[in-house]
């Protein structure tokens, strides 16, 4: 139940974060594949696909034959005019003139048509393998590379092999076909004019070299500098909220458009690339057909070849100049294409990786035995780069218990969720959910506090935490979560975008729907009605409560009510336990949560947040450990 975007998450298992911990100082690009694994991908996609391929190779190949007919009767056109030939012999080779010309047009658009259906296929196929790869990513790993890597690659490069597929490898083919044809078709009128049209082909050779070496690399340049722009437009817009507060617009406008100008100039550099490739692609075919007449010349004064066996040889020539042009000229397109098809060839590469990790069992982290204790955490450590977020941290929820966990911002709530969920691995200690780790697909749900609710009908949305439940079990679950609303809105309703806005309240009553559905071994309720106004929170407070009613829960609160609630309640502060118990027995103990539950009671804030991260630092300097 992989979500593509921070939600109001429902979340089997580990896809998606409970909150975006600081992302690393220095990103870590997704792996790109190398030009002998991407021909490898590419070819086991076709060979999937054989017949079609046999049968769309026959038809491009009988057009290019069909193409040769063309110069090779205007060469019998002009040798029947000079020998005088009756006008009915001369209007046959005109109407085969003719009907060469309508065939070849028409094979040509067919081949054209089932190439690119067949890569259209195949492109399909790899798409969704992308998708899936991307998906199923660890969480980390995106977050090391940045969310606009993923995003440029399951879109920009993506489109990119899409637009080569429909219009540049169709045309590619046939003209690597003609080519090759035209040059057999000159050896059969004298191979002397082979020569000389190969005389062009070194020029054109060192031109496709030149151009090769400096556009490859630039081209990879220029995706990597497309990626960065997207992460950060994804940032800008993400924070947007942050960003127009603290009165930072200017210079991330800045920054967005330091990382466009960057992007711009890499891709100007390649059109200036291109433009001097063409030149010497013209130079090339000046020489060669130069050296095409001249050899026409000599051979027809010799009396060897005919004034039409040279005309044929100068139009077989002529007609190169187009699929040269095609074939040399669209490696520019190819070049992108490669580029972009790499990266996605690399991204699925990053999830065959990521699932022979997450089959080993990491020396951090193992199985244990499986009894009452749901999770298990002994000694747990975890750093952020050089900070450390977590220090030794060890806790035990029993099954059918809700732990609440609370805590100042960058305590290491979160943290201890996605450890948990399986989002990260521990940097020391071990971690048992249900008595092993990495915890298995759809044995934990998260349910965070940012709100998403997917397009389609709200039973489409419901089922993605059971695709087989039926609607009386939908139905249910919404009443669990005293979502009244859905009876007059009905499940076929769509919702999401392009239908129905739910408000956020709605919403987060819809996760934790999901959550019922799923019925997991774990819920992680991450400040999941964090976002919930006054006036609704004690409605999706309750709706919570009924939602973890017999399961075992670990519950980030941003409400000492949610703490109140649970059975028990942790208390982290710089990463570590300080306090632990039943909210009365903390209450009566008068440490740090009796302070916090003080301030919350007597409605001294109104803000619990800001109260927390208060405490805090006033207990700090007091040597007193905080909340």
């Not at 056109?77 to 009756?86: E, K, R, T, Y």
């Not at 296929?121 to 998708?131: G, H, I, Q, Y």
């Not at 063409?278 to 075919?285: I, K, R, T």
């Amino acid at each position: 139940m992989s979500e593509p975007s921070p939600a109001v998450t429902t979340e089997p298992s580990a896809p998606t974060a409970p909150a975006s911990p600081p992302a690393p100082t220095t990103r870590v690009p997704l792996p790109v594949a190398s030009t002998r694994q991407t021909r490898a991908a590419t070819w086991q996609l076709l060979r999937e696909r054989r017949g079609r391929l046999a049968a769309t190779s026959a038809v491009l190949l009988l057009a290019a034959v069909c193409g040769l007919a063309t110069p090779a009767l205007l060469g019998v056109l002009v040798d029947q005019v000079v020998d005088g030939a009756q006008t009915s012999v001369l209007v046959a080779v005109a109407a085969g003139l003719l009907a060469a010309g309508l065939t070849t047009a028409a094979l040509g658009m067919v081949g054209r048509v089932m190439l690119a259906q067949l890569c259209e296929s195949a492109l399909a196929d790899l798409r969704e393998d992308v998708l899936d790869a991307a998906l199923a990513l660890p969480v980390a790993r995106v977050e090391a590379a940045g969310s606009g890597d993923v995003v440029s690659r399951v879109s920009g490069d993506v489109e990119a092999v899409s637009d080569a597929i429909t219009g540049v490898l169709p045309a590619f083919t046939s003209a690597a076909l003609t080519i090759a044809l035209t040059l057999v078709g000159l050896g059969a009128l004298d191979w002397r004019f082979a020569v000389a049209a190969v005389v062009a082909a070194p020029l054109q050779a060192l031109a496709l070299r030149w151009f090769l070496r400096r556009s490859g690399p630039v081209y990879r340049t220029v995706r990597v500098a497309e990626a960065e722009r997207t992460e950060q437009v994804i940032e800008t817009v993400t924070a947007r909220r942050t960003v127009v507060s603290l009165g930072l617009g200017a210079a991330h406008e800045q920054l967005v458009a330091d990382r466009s100008r960057h992007a711009i100039g890499l891709s100007l550099h390649a059109t200036g690339l291109l433009a001097r490739f063409y030149n010497q692609l013209n130079m090339a075919e000046l020489v060669g057909l130069s050296c095409v007449l001249s050899v026409g010349w000599w051979l027809v004064g010799s009396g060897v070849a005919s004034i039409g066996a040279a005309t044929a040889a100068a139009l077989f020539f002529y007609r190169l100049f187009d699929p040269i042009g095609t074939v040399l000229g669209q490696v520019d397109e190819l070049q992108k294409a490669g580029a972009g098809l790499a990266r996605l060839v690399g991204l699925t590469g990053a999830r065959s990786d990521a699932g022979q990790a997450a089959c080993r069992e990491p020396a951090t982290a193992g199985p244990s035995e499986v009894g009452d204790d749901v999770v298990v955490l002994d000694r747990v450590s975890f750093s952020y780069g050089e900070r450390r977020v977590l220090d030794e941290v060890s806790l035990t929820v029993r099954a059918g218990e809700q732990v609440a966990v609370v805590g100042a911002s960058g305590a290491g709530k979160t943290t201890l969720a996605a450890l948990v969920l399986g989002i990260h691995p521990p940097g020391s200690g071990t971690i048992a959910v249900g008595g092993t780790w990495p915890p298995p697909p759809r044995s934990t749900v998260l349910v965070s506090q940012q709100v998403h609710v997917f397009s389609g009908t709200l039973a489409d949305d419901l089922r993605l935490a059971d695709p087989t439940a039926e609607d009386a079990r939908l139905l249910a679950a919404l009443d669990t979560v005293g979502a009244t609303w859905a009876a007059d809105l009905g499940l076929e309703t769509l919702v999401g975008a392009g239908g129905r806005e739910l408000t956020a309240d709605q919403a987060q009553q819809l996760a934790l729907a999901r959550l019922v559905l799923a019925d997991p071994v774990l819920a992680v309720l991450d400040e999941a009605t964090a976002e919930a106004g006054s006036g609704s929170a004690s409605v999706l407070d309750e709706a919570a409560r009924a939602a973890l009613e017999g399961r075992s829960a670990i519950v980030v609160a941003h409400r000492l009510s949610q703490a109140a609630s649970a059975d028990r309640v942790v208390v982290l502060d710089a990463g570590r336990v300080v306090e632990e118990g039943t909210h009365d027995d903390l209450v009566r103990a008068g440490g740090t949560y009796a302070t916090l539950w003080e301030a919350w009671s007597s409605g001294r804030t109104s803000q619990v947040t800001s109260a927390a991260v208060e405490l805090f630092e006033e207990s700090s300097k007091g040597g007193r450990l905080g909340a």
